[in-house]
């Protein structure tokens, strides 16, 4: 046994390990020390020696030590002994330190006296919880960038509102999670999702969060609300004030940790995470937590303005087509919008049938050069001066919509026009009418005989010349006729080679579908469409399509 007599080999070999020697006697009193306790713990390998174990230990660890200790004189069974564990250490300034503890049990050799009982290591454990905690960042972080990244394929913020617990319970390995938003007013969160990992359930806590709601500063939610940062409790069985503990405690819940999502000042969410397992929530992982959710705050605010954005556009798009088409006597109608790719949300691509007081009918389909807001204004003067000038020929309508793009152009790029325009009235069998293009692809004619091919003049886009000369022309359609007419993103649908469409597929599909059955073959022409863009990287233009079939 080691002792104050000249220095043995053994002795030696203690006073060099890094790690700090403790030898115990059956008292539980310190009766060997390696010298490393000076730069471990701050103490005097002789003042300590002699005196009771507590002294290397705080003051909670005491009595739980005194107990187990007796245990394990009296039985020699011990839960730590022979494991490696990691509790804190008593530095003698004051302050704990994290070590990794090991203990092993000394067994007398036959015949020989030995007081002491028990030999423990301590290893500092600083600098591995330090990696640990670093590496703990890293996963966390690079968790958030996934989590961000999974958050860009929703189409809209409810859609990432709907998928963000479980991507945070997956990404960050929690068991269940829940998410409060605020109420109408914002003076109370509400409860706005629960998730649980494959296999796990949280009856109680899922029942505790109906009908429930936080005020600033009540709970985990709302103090992450309040602190505007995250919130955890290690340990609920340790914890007695905290809202829902007893329903955390019967799902088996032992640490929480709340994060609020703000975007700038306006908070969006609080997300709470759950373990069914003692988990350390240090410093560094709140801080991460807290950054995901200003991240993730920033990226639902920006999805959240875009489905806004793609409202209005869609409202706008709505008024440039009409709600419906009308019923026109001996008539068939049929047609489709698509809107194009991009980030324009509002295309240049409008049709309309409009009624004219003696009978007859104005059929209008145009295509304004460029997409968003500046070309739907475009495309709005056209449509409604096309309907203030329907009582006049097709070329008469044309030549007023000129005039307006004219009047309305200002300091902004040219924005041109095409369009077709005719004027239908009935006539003893099927229908006459009179058709002007103004620099847009030609109506497509089939008939009850078969084939299809183009009908028309073309003629120069509107909104470029004040001097603009129009034709017309004059054509009847019979019964088991179709007249389609379209716009170019039709023809100039690209494949992932970036191969047009083109006229003559479109000639193919328009001749091939059923005569004289106008949603035939405006469903034919979509359909073709869709196949010619699948799976390509290119961006559509918008399209409409607009059919008139007079029945056998």
């Keep these: 046994m080691p002792g104050t007599g000249p220095m043995l080999p053994a002795d030696a070999l203690l006073a060099a390990l890094a790690d700090t020697v403790v030898v115990a006697d059956g008292e539980g009193r310190i009766a060997y020390v390696s010298p490393s306790v000076t730069s471990l713990l701050g103490h005097d390998p002789a003042a300590v020696t002699g005196l009771p174990l507590q002294v290397l230990m705080p003051e909670r660890l005491r009595h739980g030590h005194t107990e187990g ?7 020699g069974e011990g839960k730590l002994v022979g494991a490696t564990t990691r509790v804190p250490a008593l530095h003698a300034a004051g302050h704990e330190v994290p070590v990794d503890l090991t203990l092993s049990r000394l067994t007398p050799i ?13 290893r500092d454990a600083s600098t591995t919880i ?27 913020a409810d859609v990432a509102f709907a998928e963000l617990l479980p991507t945070l319970c997956t990404e960050l390995d929690w068991d269940a999670a829940q998410l409060w938003q605020p109420d109408g ?63 955390a405690r019967d799902d088996g819940l ?37 950054h ?90 056209t449509r409604h001066t096309a309907r203030a000038a329907a009582t006049g020929s097709p070329a008469e309508i044309l030549r007023a919509v000129n005039g307006a793009l004219l009047h309305e152009q200002g300091a902004g790029p040219l924005r041109f026009v095409t369009a077709c325009c005719l004027v239908l009235e009935p006539a003893r069998e099927g229908l006459r009418l009179r058709l002007t293009v103004a620099g847009h692809p030609l109506p497509l004619l089939t008939t009850s005989e078969g084939g299809a091919c183009a009908v028309g003049t073309a003629g120069r886009p509107l ?76 961006e559509p233009d918008d399209l409409a399509v607009l059919a008139l079939s007079v029945p056998r």
């Design 69 to 75: 200790f007796s245990r394990y004189r009296a039985t």
């Design 110 to 122: 036959a015949g020989e006296e030995m007081d002491a009982l028990v030999v423990a290591v301590l």
């Design 130 to 156: 330090l990696l640990e905690r670093q590496f703990e960042v890293s996963r966390y972080l690079a968790a958030t960038l996934r989590i961000t990244a999974a958050l860009t394929e929703a189409p809209d």
């Design 185 to 247: 007013d914002g003076s109370r969160l509400v409860h706005a999702g629960t998730w649980t990992a494959p296999g796990a359930t949280v009856p109680a806590l899922e029942a505790d969060a109906a009908g429930r709601t936080f005020r600033r500063g009540e709970g985990l939610p709302g103090e992450a609300w309040q602190q505007r940062a995250t919130v955890s409790v290690e340990d609920f069985s340790d914890e007695r004030a905290v809202v829902r503990v007893q329903a």
């Design 254 to 290: 032992r640490t929480g940790v709340a994060f609020p999502v703000f975007s700038g000042n306006m908070l969006l969410a609080v997300c709470e995470l759950f373990s069914t397992t003692h988990r350390p929530v240090p410093p560094e992982l709140t801080e991460v937590l807290s």
């Design 292 to 381: 995901a959710g200003r991240q993730i705050g920033q990226f639902l605010a920006r999805l959240r303005a875009e489905s806004v954005v793609r409202e209005l556009a869609d409202t706008l798009q709505r008024s440039l087509l009409p709600s419906h088409l009308p019923t026109i006597p001996g008539v068939e109608l049929a047609a489709t919008y698509r809107a194009g790719g991009g980030t324009a949300l509002v295309g240049g691509d409008t049709y309309d049938v409009t009624p004219l007081p003696d009978g007859r009918w104005m059929v209008l389909i145009a295509d304004v050069c460029g997409t968003g807001a500046e070309a739907a204004a475009v495309t709005a003067v």
């Design 463 to 538: 909104g470029i010349d004040a001097d603009l000369e129009l034709g017309e022309t004059s054509l009847d359609l019979p019964p088991g006729a179709t007249l389609v007419l379209y716009t170019d993103g039709v023809t100039e649908a690209r494949d992932d080679a970036g191969r047009q469409f083109g006229e003559d597929a479109l000639l193919r599909v328009v001749a091939g579908a059923p005569v004289a059955d106008a949603e035939a073959v405006v469903a034919a022409v979509s359909d073709a469409v869709e196949r010619q863009l699948s799976g390509s990287r290119h």
